[in-house]
DNA sequence: GTCTATAGGCTGATAGAC
DNA sequence: GTCTATCAGCCTATAGAC
């Protein structure tokens, strides 16, 4: 997707049309402008996000689970909706400029879920009682990072300059949830 | 800095020079074009960034504390040079669309700092056996997020949509400081 | 070294035929 | 709904005066 790995401004809107295999007039038509159709893409990946999330929505499973299991479900996310961690990554470092207000409540609610998971944590004794935003940022941070440096990391593994195999997503999803589980455990 | 916020697309030679107080002429006059600048920039940080990580090139340090140094350190950077995590997170993106290729054995080295601490780690039985790969991705993506998401998450906090105080960096690295030592201890 | 003026190319949007 | 043709605006780079 052109705007995931050029950016707003860097994805012209024929560019995007030609990929597509359509007219240019097509969404200004569809979409009324660039702005409109970069705006619905991202509301589609938002809307698909919250409702995985909303499996979380539950005091039944433990915390420390899902913290683990919210980890999963970025993880899968980012497999199936690739384009959303670029993306956002770009608004986040741009303060939103080519954000609509519309999907500011979705940026919200994420935070809100992950401090609510520690939270509950640290009622039941089962997570250490950390700052929720520093938390938030690793989390969030490590997970958007893996998936959206992916075009320069296949780039350098291609041409040799580092030595390594191209990661599979289910690990780095495991090797997370794990660093997690030990590192904010009630007691060491 | 205008290619920090803006990309490389979105900043405009127009703005950078009015920002900076000079003459559009005399970008390409010093710099032979926005691309030199673009790379001048970059090298400069990068230089930089490798001198401050030159410390940790002994092995009397434990890899435990080398693996908290690598952090302060990178916290560090982003706190005195704030563009370079933003405009590398948008090359890792592009997959380095706008990367000299005289920046990219850079990059190879800050992974190959991490591998080595990490090796170090198992040698002396300090930290326990991770993927240097996944490891690397979690530390730098925490870093590199936490610093770069800054202009929205500040416009957030000012907008009162979300309602912390805004973060301390330097309480950041010690959460991601205290995560590690937890997460990758030898026994835990 | 520094500036103004301008060339030459590309951009997003749309009018209007079908 | 879909296309082609085109416009007005903006971009980078540079020629040439000082």
């Not at 670029?86 to 919200?108: C, F, K, N, Q, W």
């Not at 879920?113 to 950390?130: C, D, F, N, P, S």
Request: glycine letters at 8%; hydrophobic letters at 45%.
């Amino acid at each position: 997707m052109l705007f995931s790995e050029m950016g707003f401004d860097g994805a012209t809107v024929d560019a995007i049309a030609r990929r597509a295999g359509v007219n240019k007039a097509m969404i200004s038509y569809h979409f009324a402008g660039k702005h409109g159709l970069y705006t619905a893409i991202l509301t589609r990946d938002f809307e698909w996000a919250q409702e995985r999330l909303s499996e979380l929505d539950t005091g039944i499973i433990r915390a420390d689970t899902k913290l683990a299991r919210f980890v999963a479900i970025f993880g899968d996310l980012h497999v199936r909706h690739p384009h959303l961690s670029t993306m956002m990554l770009r608004e986040a470092m741009s303060g939103g400029r080519h954000l609509d207000a519309i999907l500011v409540p979705h940026i919200r609610r994420i935070f809100e879920r992950v401090q609510a998971i520690l939270a509950q944590g640290e009622r039941e004794g089962t997570l250490r009682r950390v700052d929720p935003l520093m938390t938030h940022h690793i989390v969030l941070g490590s997970l958007a990072f893996f998936f959206a440096a992916r075009p320069l990391r296949d780039r350098m593994i291609a041409e040799g300059i580092v030595a390594v195999e191209p990661p599979d997503p289910a690990r780095f999803v495991s090797t997370l949830q794990e660093l997690l589980a030990r590192g904010l455990a009630k007691e060491s």
